[in-house]
């Protein structure tokens, strides 16, 4: 299995336009993110989890041979947004349909910001998707690839977090059920959120990330923070102040299991 890091940032990525702070302004490429999306392979199966502003950008610089299915987190526009650049896989590979699985809710939204993908009769060229529930309480499987889906909250929003095998990828949580969090015992790789260093209401700080890493049973292997705001600061300066076991994920950045 392979996994590659495609945006670490938060939703305005980093750097934040008109900002001239140390972190926005560095040159070191640790320091420049987009919008958080991760890729997985395995088995020939290509997956992506969420499609947000960047996703265009992100599949020009990984050059995937094809796109299988797109697991979505949440409906928040910096998870979304690229979705209707899906089309171009659509194109590629024979106007093949593509499943995206996310929440009722999520797909409810879907169907507001890109109706004209379900309408009964299409634009020509307009992505061919279909829509695909996932419940928290239940496993999915895409092309024999089986996926469960981990139900964090995002202040008073419930985004799916998912584990594949000993791989576990969550993003915009601020807490998770005793239930939830058994899902991830076990887990060899986690990638987790961990927004800035102060106080937030709908995401994990630094601190609160690595107390929940440390309560996992095991512990991961590995940890890497994402969804990273510009105000965490320099990357190679916070890396210092984690332990070897939790490092600050980057843009680029690929793990394979």
């Not at 089986?146 to 985004?159: D, M, N």
């Not at 996992?216 to 590995?222: A, D, E, T």
């Amino acid at each position: 299995m392979k996994v590659t890091l495609l945006g670490t940032g938060t939703s305005q990525g980093v750097p934040v336009i008109a900002c001239q702070c140390l972190v926005c302004t560095s040159e070191h490429s640790e320091d420049k993110r987009l919008r958080s999306s991760v890729f997985i392979e395995d088995n020939g199966v290509h997956v992506v989890i969420d499609t947000g502003p960047d996703f265009r950008q992100q599949m020009l610089k990984l050059k995937p041979p094809r796109l299988d299915a797109v697991l979505l987190t949440h409906a928040h526009k910096d998870h979304i947004a690229g979705l209707d650049e899906v089309r171009s896989f659509n194109f590629a590979q024979g106007n093949e349909q593509i499943p995206i699985y996310a929440q009722d809710i999520v797909i409810d939204r879907l169907k507001i910001e890109f109706a004209y993908c379900f309408e009964e009769f299409k634009y020509p060229g307009v992505p061919n998707i279909r829509a695909e529930q996932v419940d928290k309480n239940h496993p999915f499987t895409v092309k024999g690839l089986e996926f469960t889906p981990i139900e964090v909250i995002h202040y008073k929003l419930p985004v799916l977090g998912f584990r594949y095998k000993n791989f576990t990828y969550i993003t915009d949580a601020k807490t998770v059920s005793p239930e939830e969090k058994a899902k991830i015992n076990g887990t060899e790789v986690l990638i987790l959120n961990g927004l800035q260093w102060k106080e937030h209401i709908s995401h994990f700080t630094v601190s609160e990330a690595i107390e929940f890493i440390n309560s996992l049973n095991p512990v991961p292997r590995m940890s890497y923070l994402t969804h990273i705001s510009h105000t965490l600061g320099l990357h190679h300066e916070v890396n210092e102040l984690l332990t070897s076991h939790i490092r600050l994920a980057y843009d680029g950045l690929v793990i394979e299991l």
